[in-house]
């Protein structure tokens, strides 16, 4: 199983030559009274590609072999991770092919074409997801990069928790949304021991929560939120990791996702989506976890289009 050292080996492949940005870490004193704690905002939505996906993506495209890596890379993403993959890609100048659900946010599917993937639409279902993409990869001989269900994503996204430690120091709590669990594992292999690690989910999409309470990984479902990139389930190595080493996971309905995300836009000045937003929401619905504490959240992305807001 990945574990903090391939963590680490991610942070020196990514993070400490040219790669991903060290994004910053934003306060804001009305949230921090707002919450009855100290916040921490890793400021992930200022990522490259706008979103943490990058450091995943890099990782993995970094670990191939330069004759593995000349067919190109290929995946399956409702937006973030495919901007990142074809972003991730385009550095290594091999070729990216993207297969997005037709009903994806217009913005996402800008950003993946913005870098240079091939766009590959198919029915918004993992089923027709995962079919279509295996026909692309049979077309092209590309290697199949998991959005979340991968060792070298896993380590790769672990590195925004490595960051956010260093720089802001002891954190009790820290706060990722959880859609695929690539972040929220990655997270905890990082963080270690000492530092409680919750998951967000929408209530509209609680197959993390479900899965855990069972313990038994839900593997279809149909999820109903704004939050677009948390629809997604578990992987089986997230899974993996996720359930014998999380603090639990945090619901929050549709109204308190939209809540924060005007907090967001309104008091730290930061555009993020709704996926970000649910880190905050559960912050302030459960504060009997986080009184008095310092915490961490990760704002995991910022792809948004105007209409979206109403512009």
Not at 158 to 174: F, K, P, R, W
Request: proline share 4%.
């Amino acid at each position: 199983m990945v574990n903090l050292t391939d963590v680490n080996a991610a942070f020196e492949r990514i993070c400490a030559t040219t790669g991903v940005h060290q994004t910053a870490v934003m306060t804001c004193a009305s949230l921090d009274v707002l919450a009855g704690a100290s916040l921490f905002f890793k400021c992930e939505h200022l990522q490259k590609t706008g979103s943490f996906k990058a450091r995943g993506a890099l990782n993995a495209v970094r670990s191939l072999d330069q004759q593995t890596a000349a067919n190109g890379v290929a995946t399956h993403s409702s937006g973030n991770h495919g901007a990142a993959l074809a972003w991730a890609a385009a550095s290594r100048h091999i070729p990216a092919f993207v297969v997005v659900p037709n009903n994806a946010p217009l913005a996402k599917k800008h950003n993946i074409a913005l870098h240079g993937a091939e766009i590959i639409e198919c029915e918004p279902t993992l089923q027709a997801r995962e079919a279509t993409l295996g026909e692309v990869v049979r077309r092209t001989g590309a290697n199949y990069i998991p959005p979340y269900d991968d060792d070298r994503v896993i380590a790769g996204q672990g590195t925004a928790t490595l960051e956010l430690l260093a720089q802001t120091g002891h954190l009790d709590s820290i706060v990722t949304p959880v859609g695929g669990g690539g972040l929220l594992a990655g997270s905890i292999l990082a963080a270690g021991a000492g530092i409680r690690i919750f998951g967000a989910e929408p209530a509209m999409a609680d197959d993390a929560f479900r899965s855990l309470a069972t313990g038994i990984r839900v593997t279809a479902h149909t999820p109903r939120t704004i939050a677009d990139g948390l629809q997604t389930t578990l992987g089986e190595r997230n899974f993996a990791i996720i359930k014998t080493r999380s603090a639990g996971i945090l619901l929050v309905s549709e109204d308190e996702i939209r809540a924060a995300m005007t907090l967001l836009w309104s008091r730290l000045k930061q555009l993020v989506e709704p996926s970000s937003a649910v880190t905050l929401a559960a912050v302030l619905r459960y504060p009997e976890h986080f009184a008095g504490q310092r915490v961490g959240l990760v704002l995991t992305g910022g792809n948004m289009t105007l209409p979206a807001l109403g512009v």
